[in-house]
């Protein structure tokens, strides 16, 4: 499975962001999927993920209520929408895939991976 994030960015903080991740998956609804992020000196941080049906979701507690994960299986992709952003949500985001159960909040449970997309909030 490839994926290929796109979407990041300069945003000003308050405004908003849509990530995509585009999978190269044969059925790509058997496919949990998973948002992560990584600050600048910080270490691999889990953002939301979202079960293959699309109706099951998870969020870090610092993205609830303002971000929102959802997929459309029939063009193989999964998005990350950000609003009222922040300063600390400047990091490389990264999309991963893998075709076990849901939830998968780790990095080590997902096989596959993406190659980021940077998101920059300024004030």
């Known amino acids: 499975v490839q994926l290929q994030a796109s979407g990041g960015g300069l945003v000003q903080t308050g405004g908003s962001l849509r990530l995509s991740c585009l999978a190269s998956?044969?059925?790509?609804?058997?496919?949990?999927m998973g948002w992560f992020r990584q600050a600048p000196g910080k270490e691999l941080e889990f953002v939301a993920t979202?079960?293959?049906?699309?109706?099951?979701?998870d969020y870090t507690d610092s993205v609830k209520g303002r971000f929102t994960v959802f997929r459309d299986n029939a063009k193989n992709t999964v998005y990350l929408q950000m609003n009222r952003m922040k300063l600390e949500d400047t990091a490389v985001y990264y999309c991963?895939?893998?075709?076990?159960?849901?939830?998968?909040?780790?990095?080590?449970?997902?096989?596959?991976w993406g190659q980021g997309t940077l998101v920059t909030v300024s004030s």
């Open positions: 991963a895939a893998d075709a076990g159960g849901w939830p998968r909040l780790r990095p080590s449970s997902y096989a596959y």
């Open positions: 998956a044969r059925t790509f609804s058997n496919y949990c």
């Open positions: 979202v079960n293959g049906n699309g109706d099951l979701t």
